[in-house]
T-cell receptor, first 118, second 111 residues
Framework: GAVVSQHPSWVICKSGTSVKIECRSLDFQATTMFWYRQFPKQSLMLMATSNEGSKATYEQGVEKDKFLINHASLTLSTLTVTSAHPEDSSFYIC??????????????FGSGTRLTVV | DAKTTQPPSMDCAEGRAANLPCNHSTISGNEYVYWYRQIHSQGPQYIIHGLKNNETNEMASLIITEDRKSSTLILPHATLRDTAVYYCIVRVPGANSKLTFGKGITLSVRP
């Protein structure tokens, strides 16, 4: 149980276009999801906390107008990178708070999305 | 900022135990120690967590010192597939509690 599906696993887009990344909790409801970004040979950096039915909370230094987060249902959160530039190329990872008895286990992570902006 | 410190890397031979250390000298009384690992180009995977008692599951054992200022993750019989970056994280359990990742330790298992 507690599976998080992230789609697409990789995407290449042209500079100036927008890209949407989906994060779904397959077998549980996730009221809270988190979005991370990871550059090569670096650790995961938390970008924002996504709460179902409310606005996302962004970490300091993350542009909310560039990284649009929507959490319209208990099983789906989306991250849209708007007007992408090559410096946005990175590995984007989502995670969901694991409910019930497994809550203490922390979070379940998606498999990540490799974004390359050309 | 991450509240843990780990050596940057270590290696071990396949089939031997891998002991991964972590220092968390400023850990609070209600914070748990969590270990995750990230295999290259994948999302992190939960391994184990504990508060003050030693814990064991099918993946690993977690040894926490009595003063809780450090811990060791033990992979009893390392395989090549255990090559990954291992992250030690302290946090208070809860649905909205953030996971803050430090640099982790890169474990290389050699044949």
């Amino acid at each position: 149980g507690a599976v998080v599906s992230q789609h697409p696993s990789w995407v290449i887009c042209k500079s100036g276009t927008s890209v949407k990344i989906e994060c779904r909790s397959l077998d549980f409801q996730a009221t809270t999801m988190f979005w991370y970004r990871q550059f090569p040979k670096q650790s995961l950096m938390l970008m924002a906390t996504s709460n179902e039915g409310s606005k996302a909370t962004y970490e300091q230094g993350v542009e909310k107008d560039k990284f649009l987060i929507n959490h319209a249902s208990l099983t789906l959160s989306t991250l849209t990178v708007t007007s992408a530039h090559p410096e946005d190329s990175s590995f984007y990872i989502c995670s969901a708070s694991t409910p019930g008895a497994r809550a203490n286990y922390g979070y379940t992570f998606g498999s990540g999305t490799r974004l390359t902006v050309v | 900022d991450a509240k843990t410190t780990q050596p940057p890397s270590m290696d071990c031979a396949e089939g031997r135990a891998a002991n991964l250390p972590c220092n968390h000298s400023t850990i609070s009384g209600n914070e748990y120690v969590y270990w995750y690992r990230q295999i290259h180009s994948q999302g992190p995977q939960y391994i184990i967590h504990g508060l003050k008692n030693n814990e064991t599951n099918e993946m690993a054992s977690l040894i926490i010192t009595e003063d809780r200022k450090s811990s060791t993750l033990i992979l009893p019989h390392a395989t090549l597939r255990d090559t990954a970056v291992y992250y030690c994280i302290v946090r208070v359990p809860g649905a909205n509690s953030k996971l803050t990742f430090g640099k982790g330790i890169t474990l290389s298992v050699r044949p």
